[in-house]
């Protein structure tokens, strides 16, 4: 299977470089530099060239706090690149798996948010992730699926564990928010999952696939120091403390019972996922 990887040198996108070649999988992965995804005759001259079975775009413009004074990049790469590439998948008969996000919900919810719940993002960068989701669904519905994920952390890239991870090392005590609940998703597995998903042709519209369980970023604070072994104090703290241009969801845990019956297994555990997580370092 021939599989074309938009942002391949992210933090997840890394993950399915390595997870594909183990597989076996036939991976094409061109950088930003080759391939902008908000470049129209870029996209489309390399998809019709490489004619892939399957394109994954886990490219993204993931600064959320830039986010908010730079919205018309953020959005086309966001909104417009999707857009884009599902055009161009269309026309040459390729699936497309997009990435998008738990930023698409408002944070009113307390409990784990399935497919159906409504969205509503209070930031810019949900606000195109959502957008790309729409335009993906309105083009190629039949030949789509968007998964939306949740704060992923992996060995390769800079996430909250690493930075956890190296506050630990460098200081005596740090403060961590206790009133934002989400799901944090260890990318390996991620990746996993999205290979799994791209030998099922069927599987199309929308899914969720985070690691399981609901915590606040305190929670996982305490897990990680827990796991790594690292001795630090960890004070909690409400959002309102960090001044950041951003808003985020007070609570965006995401349900995968869906994702669950159709892969036949569930989820992994936060916990398992920040073990495995540490075990690479
Ligand atoms: N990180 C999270 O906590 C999180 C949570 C929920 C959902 N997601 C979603 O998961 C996906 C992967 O996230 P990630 O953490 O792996 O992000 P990341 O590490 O920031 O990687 C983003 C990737 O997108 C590429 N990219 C950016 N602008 C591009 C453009 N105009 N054209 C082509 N490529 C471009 C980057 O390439 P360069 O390196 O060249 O810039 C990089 O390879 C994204 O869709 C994100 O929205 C992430």
């Known amino acids: 299977m021939k599989i074309l990887l938009f942002g391949g040198s992210g933090q997840l996108g890394g993950e399915l470089r390595e997870k594909a070649k183990d597989l076996s999988f036939e991976v094409i992965a061109p950088v930003t530099k080759e391939v902008d995804i908000s470049d129209r005759a870029q996209v489309i001259h390399l998809i019709k060239q490489v004619a892939p079975s399957v394109i994954i775009n886990s490219a993204a413009y993931t600064a959320v706090d830039k986010a908010e004074s730079e919205r018309d990049r953020a959005f086309e790469i966001n909104a417009k690149g999707p857009r884009i590439i599902g055009e161009a998948a269309l026309e040459v008969g390729a699936r497309v798996i997009h990435i998008s996000t738990d930023y698409v919900f408002s944070g009113e919810a307390s409990e784990p948010l399935d497919e159906g719940a409504k969205t509503g993002p209070i930031n810019v960068y949900g606000e195109s992730k959502l957008e790309g989701e729409k335009a993906l669904q309105e083009i190629i519905p039949d030949n789509s699926l968007v998964i939306r994920t949740a704060s992923l952390h992996g060995a390769l890239g800079e996430n909250f564990v690493s930075t956890m991870l190296r506050l ?53 604070a305490l897990e990680i120091k827990k796991q790594s072994g690292l001795k630090c104090e960890i004070k909690p703290v409400s959002h309102t403390e960090f001044k950041r241009a951003a808003r985020r969801p007070k609570y965006s845990a995401l349900s995968t019972r869906a994702l669950a019956a159709i892969l036949g297994r569930p989820s992994i555990s936060w916990q398992e996922g920040l073990r495995l997580h540490l075990e690479r370092l």
Not at 193 to 203: S, T
């Open 168 to 220: 630990f090392k460098e200081k005596e005590s740090v403060s961590v928010v206790n009133d934002q609940v989400m799901s944090p998703t260890y990318a390996g597995w991620l990746a996993e999952v999205l290979l799994d998903l791209a030998r099922m042709k069927d599987v199309v519209g929308l899914l969720h696939a985070a690691g399981q369980g609901a915590i606040s970023w305190f929670d996982f």
